[in-house]
């Protein structure tokens, strides 16, 4: 039963022979698979709120309801002055009806406006600096100009998307956090099962004149090599899933599901994790056996 | 080098296994340990290598007090200390030649050097063609003479056997006494406890006799055969 022995590789625990060394890696892929999707779902949200944000929080939408009698045009080019001359506002732009039927045309259908419906008059407006700009201010003096000029600030409800968007993010992180806590107890349970099983050797050694760290140490190589492939493992499954996830949303249509906006280093967490992974299990085999030695003599 | 004081030893509320030994250990002194079964022989060489700590005494080391010595300086103690333990205590899964060079791999030494000297050793006490044979597969003898080279691969200040010579033929444990007697020469204290009294003649080094916990020291009145 002569085995090929590996240089440097001689450990004097045997920690490969245990029963942990089979289990821990497939229970850290699942860990470290978990972590995975959280930390990338929780990074990729952060480009589609912001995404969000600059799409919307730099607009707000001047409406203008159709009043019988009270032609539209002039209506609408006395809110676009008064837009015009307003400080933060760097464009007015007014809607030519035909982009307001094109807007409407989806749920009303051709031949409702084929008709002569009563339509809103729109104005889209951008926004510079709105440091100065009260915008309930601007809604009131908009209204005593021109009566039925409704000012729509898409910011209230935006400012409830975003809030909702960094609640999903804290819960990823939350998750993130969680599964690490996780995948330290394993570590320990099956640091100190290993230890438990050494006892002799490890009082042998420490007879022979070793320190607390050489035993630590080998405990570290053992959880770090685990860690690392269990890490792999899981890490490779959730960029499989990520990936099919990817693909299944550009099929439906970006318009249906926000999508997940995931940019480059998005993915580069995904090889990062093993490491995060392997990293953790050092420290917390370390403390751990360093910890339990400290009883021995 | 060594020097107990009154040293008391029990284990949890039991009565003393050990009571008022005190002795000295000089650089280069050479002392059998004798005594029945039973005497206190075993707690003596654990307090000497450190495995235990006394209930009451001195015991100083090196020029530490062990008795109150932190955790972290026992290491540095331990590895001035070459054991033989009764039972071996080799790591089965590791070779011979690796179970020899433990001690080395410990203390950080260069692993091309450790192995030249580790194979030397072994092949002194005649284990030279069992160098990867692991300790499943060796006889009781030989696994007593791997445990002799881990013990002394590191030239210790303190060589601590239990009964070093117990489970070789006559012709092995003369061998293996020269080695002992080669590494005190070169001023390492030797302790070597045994219930051979062939050796105890013939080797006639002051003899450590415990009796019921107590010790008392027989000066042989001629010096050493050899």
Known sequence: MSRPRKKAAISDLQLDADSTARFLPWALAVMVFLAALALVGALALDGTIDGWRRGVSAKLTVQIADRPGQPMQPRLDAAANLLRGVPGITDVQIMPRRAVEALLQPWLGAEALQADLPLPGLIDVTLGDTTALSIDALAARLQSAVPGARLDDPKPWLDRLVQLGRLLQSLGGGIVLLVGLAAAAMVIFATRAGLAARRDTIELLHLIGAEDGYIARQFQRHVARQAMRGGIIGAGLAAIVLVAIQLLAGGVGTGLLPGLSMVWWHWLALPLLPFGAAGLAIVTARLTVLGELRSML | ?226
């Open chain 2, 1 to 226: 080098m060594v020097r107990f004081q009154n040293v008391g030893m029990r284990y949890g509320p039991g009565p003393e296994v050990l009571r008022d030994v005190s002795f000295e250990l000089g650089t280069g002194s050479f002392h059998f340990l004798a005594g029945p079964s039973g005497a206190g022989k075993t707690s003596l060489l654990k307090l000497l290598y450190l495995a235990l700590r006394p209930s009451r005494g001195l015991i100083s080391m090196f020029g530490q007090d062990v008795s109150t010595a932190s955790r972290a300086a026992l290491p540095m103690l331990r590895r001035r200390i070459g054991v033989v333990f009764q039972d071996f205590r080799l790591l089965d899964h590791l070779s011979a030649l690796d179970n020899v060079a433990l001690p080395l791999r410990i203390a950080g030494a260069d692993e091309k050097k450790a192995r030249e000297h580790v194979i030397e050793l072994l092949t002194w006490v005649g284990l030279g063609d069992r160098l990867d044979a692991r300790p499943a597969t060796l006889s009781g003898g030989e696994k007593q003479r791997v445990a002799i080279a881990r013990a002394v691969i590191a030239r210790p200040s303190l060589l601590l056997a239990d009964e070093p010579t117990g489970n070789v033929d006559p012709d092995m444990a003369q061998r293996l006494m020269y080695l002992f007697v080669e590494l005190n020469k070169l001023g390492t204290a030797v302790v070597l406890a045994t219930h051979d009294t062939h050796l105890l003649d013939q080797f006639r080094f002051p003899v450590m006799r415990l009796r019921a916990g107590q010790l008392v020291i027989d000066r042989p009145t001629a010096g050493p055969a050899r």
